[in-house]
């Protein structure tokens, strides 16, 4: 696995878990990573992963408004 060394500035004050979730959950959304891949960057299991991906703005679902509510009226 690669590592990155970043310096972000003091005034931010970032956790290392938020980063971690923060970049995870992007390269998750964007396809570049499983969840089980993501979840072991941030060193949490899958599920806690999933359970908690919302609170970075991402989804664990890929439907656009107009495939769910094509669903919607299927069902």
Do not use: C, H, W
Not at 17 to 32: Q, R, W
Not at 38 to 58: D, H, M, P, Q
């Amino acid at each position: 696995m690669k590592e990155y060394q970043l310096s972000l500035p003091d005034s931010l004050q970032i956790k290392e878990f938020d980063l971690k979730m923060m970049v995870s959950a992007m390269l998750f959304k964007s396809g570049k990573l499983s969840s089980g891949q993501a979840a072991k960057i941030v060193g949490i299991s899958k599920r806690t992963f999933i359970e908690i991906l919302g609170n970075y703005n991402t989804s664990v679902f890929d439907y656009g408004e107009e495939e769910l509510l094509e669903d919607i009226a299927n069902a």
